[in-house]
């Protein structure tokens, strides 16, 4: 069965600096998605980023991006110019691809890690 | 994208009654899941409902304590029933677009007293 892990329970940042988070996973899949999720105070869960475990370029979504390292099973969230809106829970998800092996286009999430923006 | 609407978006309830949490779509999807999320805790999957047919729970989660409703591909429903305070969660409803982004409600905040 597929894991993720997330090390970091908490982690700060003060404004405009660079923050990077954690993530690795566990699989015996070559095909399957990667996600960053934000979960601020509200609950709303929303996504940040997404890779393919096809591509070997990195995804970039303005100030986000990801450093995927596939042998490595790692999927580590750089944060840059960090602002006071980006202060939340972020989750690192796995997704199989679906139709493999039988397995379902469910999420399985890490547990977590929680940002504090400092002014 | 998917709007999701998602009912109630919290309650206190007493222990022993059940609650039907609703979960509205803006446009049909096939699939659409049940989260739980305790607190401080990470999000753990509770079934997948599927129109037409019997709901895929996982594993620890079972459909008499948690019936789930699947009526068109708009719309579903889950329950928890005889509530125990262990019940007390975040439940989010979610849905996947064809390009496999997952697009959540904005969760239940479900205390048991």
């Known amino acids: 069965a597929q894991t993720v892990t997330q090390s970091q329970p908490e982690m700060s940042v003060q404004e405009a600096e660079t923050v990077t988070l954690s993530c690795t996973y566990d699989?015996?899949?070559?095909?399957?998605?990667l996600f960053w999720y934000k979960q601020p105070p509200s609950r709303q869960m929303i996504l940040v980023i997404r890779?393919?475990?096809?591509?070997?370029q990195n995804a970039t979504e303005n100030r986000f991006s990801v450093n995927f390292q596939k042998a490595a099973k790692s999927f580590s969230l750089k944060i840059s110019d960090s602002q006071l809106g980006d202060a939340a829970m972020y989750f690192c998800?796995?997704?199989?691809?679906?139709?493999?092996?039988?397995?379902?286009?469910?999420?399985?999430f890490g547990t977590g890690t929680l940002l504090a923006v400092q002014p | 994208s998917a709007v999701i609407s998602q009912k109630p978006s919290r309650d206190i309830c007493q222990r022993g009654t059940s609650l039907t949490i609703q979960c509205q779509v803006d446009s049909q999807v096939t699939m659409m899941f049940w989260y739980r999320q305790q607190p401080g805790q990470s999000l753990t999957l509770i079934a997948t409902a599927n129109q037409g047919s019997e709901a895929t729970y996982e594993s620890g989660f079972v459909i008499d304590k948690f019936p789930i409703s699947r009526p068109n591909l708009t719309f579903s429903t889950l329950t928890v029933s005889n509530m125990s305070p262990e019940d007390s969660s975040i439940y989010l409803c979610?849905?996947?677009?064809?390009?496999?982004?997952?697009?959540f409600g904005q969760g239940t905040r479900l205390t048991v007293v």
């Open positions: 890779q393919e475990a096809y591509k070997q």
């Open positions: 998800a796995y997704r199989s691809e679906l139709g493999y092996g039988g397995a379902t286009n469910k999420l399985i």
């Open positions: 979610s849905v996947e677009a064809v390009n496999t982004e997952a697009f």
């Open positions: 699989t015996s899949e070559s095909d399957y998605y």
